[in-house]
Nanobody, 125 residues
Framework: QVQLVESGGGLVQAGGSLRLSCAAS????????MDWFRQAPGKEREFVAA????????YYADAVKGRFTISRDNVKNTMYMQMNSLKPEDTAVYYC??????????????????WGKGTLVTVSS
């Protein structure tokens, strides 16, 4: 049984930082890229960032480029996202996700096979 568990969310003032973690269990993840998505109230879930199976290639949505940094530790089966210079528009539930196919980096919700339950990030102005 694959499980993805996010942590690290919370309330922060604009300009602040948070570090999210996603702990994975139930299979070997080193062959799979991993993704972060987010969903703000009343909006669709959107792609935030992805990292290749080796950790050597990150991908970012334009809205977070230069502020967020994705990384992973395949020994610990854990993915991270350092979020700096947070803005009120970053307020959302953040989800980690595992794509359906190994080795391929995907950025659509339709290509994800497993999801965590999410962690809430609230940025106050």
């Amino acid at each position: 049984q694959v499980q993805l568990v996010e942590s690290g969310g919370g309330l922060v003032q604009a300009g602040g930082s948070l570090r999210l973690s996603c702990a994975a269990s139930g299979r070997t993840f080193s062959s799979f890229a991993m993704d972060w998505f987010r969903q703000a109230p009343g909006k669709e879930r959107e792609f935030v960032a992805a990292i290749s199976w080796s950790g050597g290639r990150p991908y970012y949505a334009d809205a977070v480029k230069g502020r967020f940094t994705i990384s992973r530790d395949n020994v610990k089966n854990t993915m991270y996202m350092q979020m700096n210079s947070l803005k009120p528009e970053d307020t959302a539930v953040y989800y980690c996700a595992l794509p359906r196919s190994p080795y391929i980096v995907a950025r659509s919700t339709r290509d994800m096979d497993y999801w965590g339950k999410g962690t809430l990030v609230t940025v106050s102005s």
